[in-house]
């Protein structure tokens, strides 16, 4: 890669943080549907075309961390370790993307975040896609286990028991912190429910855990 290829590049991610960082101090004040890709453009002080350049949506602008949420769990069943069950690397898998948005500073604002997102119809409907999407890359890659499974629903079963499991545990961490909860201590706590919710599906998953996987 060249040196003016790669400062492109590093433009284009600072223009992207710009406008995202700038759509969400938004969103976060006045509510989402309140505020337009006009706004945001004026906020981050580009086009309006440049935010459609970086998120086609409006939707995207919010749920910014689109593809970790959506592929974190197909991608901790890709990469467990021999011997390790499904069940754990879904546990793994969950508790690491909260770390990895805590760690990115994506939980500090999490109380106005969620009440904004519980606020917006659109915003809601969004989410039951993105869970959707999420479902369905985990059950495609189940369905690649080795051997080929006997039963071709069993991949789907054990995507919508964990997807279950998800809704759950993400219905908890938004309890908690509108409660009032610090961020640090739900983490904390969701870790052990994480392990029990599931461990749950390790019936359904057995087929699935043959040697060598």
């Known amino acids: 890669m060249s040196e003016t290829t790669s400062r492109r590049d590093r433009k284009k991610l600072q223009t992207r943080q710009a406008v995202g960082d700038a759509a969400m101090r938004l969103f976060l004040a006045q509510g989402f549907d309140a505020v337009t890709i006009a706004d945001v453009a004026r906020e981050a002080d580009v086009a309006v075309q440049t935010v459609f350049n970086h998120f086609p949506t409006k939707e995207d602008l919010f749920f910014q961390e689109r593809d970790s949420f959506v592929t974190s769990p197909s991608a901790a069943v890709r990469a467990r370790q021999d011997g390790e069950s499904i069940a754990h690397a879904l546990t793994c898998g969950y508790l690491r993307l909260l770390d990895d948005y805590h760690v990115a500073g994506l939980l500090m604002h999490s109380v106005d975040y969620q009440r904004t997102l519980d606020a917006s119809p659109a915003l809601r409907g969004r989410e039951l896609e993105l869970r959707r999407e999420r479902e369905e890359l985990l059950a495609a890659t189940l369905a ?58 390790d019936a359904a998953c057995r087929h699935l855990d043959e040697p060598g996987r």
Do not use: C, N, W, Y
């Open 144 to 201: 690649e286990a080795t051997p080929p499974l006997s039963d071709p629903l069993r991949p789907r079963l054990v995507a919508a028991l964990a997807s279950a499991v998800d809704r759950v545990l993400d219905g908890e961490f938004r309890r908690r912190l509108l409660a009032g909860e610090p961020v640090g201590e739900v983490r904390v706590l969701l870790k052990p429910l994480a392990e029990e919710l599931f461990g749950t599906i």
